[in-house]
């Protein structure tokens, strides 16, 4: 399966953005998605996952309750909404697809960045 990732820009703390990621290749519905992300200096972090049927989530506690993860099996897409955003979230964001019934990541999209000024 292939990703892009898009979405991502500069915005002031407190603001908000949604990121995409368009899945192409594959029946869709066959994968668990995640949103992770790399902040400059730091190594790669998981920010959310969603399981097939975007039944089941996951947050990393710092964006529980301000990041928002779902998908469109319809669309081929997976999004991240991300409110009240902080510049700590500053990072490049990757999507990420694992099949079912694997717990690792094996296929990855490009990157976004996300900057989050004070």
């Known amino acids: 399966v292939q990703l892009q990732a898009s979405g991502g820009g500069l915005v002031q703390a407190g603001g908000s953005l949604r990121l995409s990621c368009a899945a192409s290749?594959?029946?869709?519905?066959?994968?668990?998605m995640g949103w992770f992300r790399q902040a400059p200096g730091k190594g790669r972090e998981i920010v959310a996952t969603i399981d097939w049927s975007g039944g089941s989530t996951y947050y990393k506690a710092p964006v529980k309750g301000r990041f928002t993860i779902s998908r469109d099996n319809a669309k081929n897409t997976v999004y991240l909404q991300m409110n009240s955003l902080k510049p700590e979230d500053t990072a490049v964001y990757y999507c990420a697809a694992r099949e079912l019934e694997r717990y690792e990541f094996g296929y990855w999209g490009q990157g976004t960045l996300v900057t989050v000024s004070s």
């Open positions: 290749g594959r029946t869709f519905s066959n994968y668990g």
